[in-house]
């Protein structure tokens, strides 16, 4: 494991007296990185203790999600399986930053269409596919499941007592769950969803934590998932230059940004201290910077 620190930084284009910190989840591995790593702790634990072979898991072409379950494969031993979102990537994924690093990690691809990835197991077609696959230990979809939110809820530790607000950004809510699970009375969980529409995802959380410390924030998805405007480039090249900390545009970019509006606009009382947490995400922001790129504008600076 990497050496995980908490530090202070300051927003561009905001002054404030708040205290503001960090923790670098981003650090904790060189390719587990970030909630990455907690969610997938016990359930590698768990698939080695049940003696599987295989992890099989679901994801889109530029999940980090995929690319931390191949890596954490290779590192324990097992066999990794990706089941990939849309028939249509099979032809092209070689061109995919994310796929090439999993596949070099040693996983190997079904590419699944839209509708039948939807349903995930549920699915007949990828029914199919899991019974060609012997002895296997399936991760869900973002790793999230109630031995992920076991092993976030440890991210929360004695350096972290003495923050009242901690803000997290959110995918399918398991790192908000296990934020929810570890935290102490005081401390409260601000969440910023990556995807539009996300309000379906409380009751989803509520079914992961029996706490309703945290809220979401659904205004800060930037049209959508894995959607990005200049605006949110130049704040996530202004954050890097001022602070020296790299953010994803798919994630932790978009919840910085919120974190950044919210304080703006006076929606956090200022002596209450802040921990944001830097959930990973960085191996993104290559094929991000390709697309962006391919359409002339302006790259993440990494
Ligand atoms: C970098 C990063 N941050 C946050 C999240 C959101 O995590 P969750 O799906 O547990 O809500 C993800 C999801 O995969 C992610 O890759």
């Known amino acids: ?31 587990i990185s970030g909630n990455k790593f ?38 324990n031993n097992f066999k ?9 990537i099979q032809n092209k994924w070689k061109d995919n930053l994310s796929l090439q690093e999993a596949y070099s990690l040693g996983m190997n691809f079904y590419f699944v269409p839209r509708k039948e ?4 197991e549920r699915s007949k077609y990828i029914q199919e596919i899991l019974k060609t696959i012997h002895n296997y230990y ?22 972290t007592k003495k923050f009242d607000i901690i803000t997290t950004a959110v995918g399918t809510g398991g790192t908000i769950s296990g934020l929810s699970v570890g935290a102490l009375p005081h401390q409260h969980i601000i969440g910023f969803p990556a995807l539009k529409n996300a309000q379906f995802l409380v009751k989803e959380i509520l079914k992961l934590t029996e706490k309703e410390n945290f809220n979401l924030n659904l205004a800060y998805h930037f049209g ?50 802040v921990l944001a947490i830097h959930t990973g995400g960085l191996q993104g922001i290559k094929e991000m910077n390709k697309l962006l790129t391919k359409k002339n504008i302006k790259n993440i600076i990494i």
């Open 1 to 31: 494991m990497s050496q995980v620190f908490i530090q202070p930084f300051q927003f561009p284009d905001l002054k404030t007296e708040q205290p503001l910190y960090i923790k670098r989840e981003d650090l904790v591995h060189p390719i």
């Open 38 to 75: 907690w969610k997938l702790k016990y359930n590698l634990q768990k698939a080695k203790e049940l003696q599987k072979t295989t992890l099989v898991t679901f994801g889109g072409a530029m999940s980090n999600h995929i690319v931390a379950t191949a890596a954490a494969g290779k590192e």
């Open 80 to 88: 990794t399986i990706g089941i990939i979102r849309g028939e249509e």
């Open 117 to 120: 990835y939807r349903l995930k």
């Open 138 to 159: 399936l991760v869900p979809e973002g790793g999230t499941n109630l031995l992920a939110v076991k092993g976030v809820s440890e991210l929360l530790t004695e350096e």
């Open 224 to 273: 959508g998932y894995a959607k990005i405007t200049l605006e949110l480039i130049e704040f996530i090249n202004d954050f890097y230059l001022l602070n020296h900390i790299p953010l994803d545009p798919v994630y932790t970019g978009k919840m910085m940004f919120g974190l950044r509006e919210m304080l703006r606009k006076g929606e956090i009382p200022s002596q209450k201290k």
